[in-house]
């Protein structure tokens, strides 16, 4: 464990494992320090590689609409994480808006989806895009060299840009997020061009078994995180998914308020994705775009670590999300091992829906199941989800019943969103999900979980690579046990990669039980 304000590290098989505590600056700082050469590379890569790629006309109009969004979401993060984000910065030696918009990028890029119509006739203007253009051509020949010191670039051109408010003749393609991916825009001649096509995805998938379905004597909570932006004007080289990969860390945290908790993420992030507490809570998240969204609310990965940290049961992680003003559309499973149950919460900025699991099982990818949130998301849903979808109810043996329901919640048992749901009402009518309504499924262990996660076949009738559930975006994936507290990683870099479990019963031991010790 962190001792005398020093970060514990421990490389294991394609990640390391980073163990920090204490209160909000100092176990950011220790954070920091420890990491300070992996996250100055990735601060690097993210302003070098990604937002100055293009050169610094675009670069600073970039920077600068990048950190208006910030600017909005700021106010909703508590200040106990924005010191921790501080201390982060002060210990790698960064700038604070650095480890912020490390933190807030999801949410930032569905932002930008958000506002491309608004910036694209500014950008499209004859006397702008001959602006841009102009700077193109003169940059063309050394755009690498103008890009080398992209650290340095950023602090003058991006600071100018947010302290006047404005885009210097840049432009920020229009990258707009449809059916759970982010389309990818190109800038030609300095105007801004969007294809209906995508290539990237968020593909993540997620199952929770209980009771009887589960062969661990608790729950069984797995996931695959799937990340791969491929937008031409954002990520055309697929930096991102690369670095994450690459980076891949197990934070053990210790606080000295709240729950000690292990999430799985990356240098600088205080902010997280998957994470599992001493309470016996394990989360996963999965992205679920809806077509309203916004930059007023808290960043998830921030109200994730909330939930991370503070919530004991399953009811207190649904207190959370429900009284958090939230940003963009989400799927987050949860299991807990004290109650041997499971959530699903799907939500967006305005509503939020509860799925249970029905016969034991419990399955989530990247649509909406319950029709109160899913009204929001026509249109917008990813067709791999679906298929994903039925492909985890195909291994666990979801059953003929459960798998018919599918296009109106899954078979699973949904909580109203609010009293008087008269969508969910009729939905629990049609489908008569009940709790009682068993299958004779075969209870699943850790290593059917785990070699779950790496599976490729495909649902029939499915043709792409991302209907997998291991497939190309594929970052990690892991397996946690919140009953012992025990949790498997395995890192997607190499294929060789083997699962390495984690025993984190004593790590994760509540800092009041040693003491009484």
Known sequence: MAGGGVARVEQFDGFRVVEIGGEPYARGRQHGVALRPEIRTLRDRLYRDIIFRRGRAVGAGFSGVLYAILTRMHPFIPRELRAEMQGVADGAGVAYRDILLVNCFDDVLHTLGRIGPLVAPIVQHRFVAQVIERANMRRQPATRAATADGAATHEVVGHRAVAHGAVAHGAVAHGEVAHGEVAHGAVATGAVATESATRGAFACSSFVLTGDRSAAGGPIHGRNLDYAVHDDFIDPDNIVPTTLRETLTVFVVRPERGEPFAAVGWPGFVGLVTAMNGAGISLACMTSTVARETPNGTPLLLLYRLVAQYARSLDEAEWLLRGAKRTIGNNL?????????????????????????RDGLLRATNHFQHPWTSEEQAGWVVGSSESRWQRLGELFGAGAAAEATAGAG??????????????????????????????????????????????????????SDWDCLQNPGTVYGTVAEPARLALSVRAHDRPDRAWVELDLSDALRPLRENAVA
Not at 333 to 357: C, H, N, W, Y
Not at 428 to 453: M, V
């Open 333 to 357: 499973s949860v299991a807990s091992g004290r109650e041997d149950d499971g959530r699903l919460f799907e939500f967006t900025p305005r509503r939020i829906a509860t799925v249970r699991p």
């Open 410 to 463: 899954g078979g699973t048992v949904v909580d109203a969103a609010e009293a008087g749901d008269i969508a969910a009402s009729a939905f629990l009518a049609e489908t008569g999900a009940t709790a009682a309504s068993a299958t004779a499924a075969r209870a699943i262990d850790a290593d059917a979980a785990r070699a779950a996660l790496v599976d490729t076949c495909r649902i029939a009738g499915a043709q």
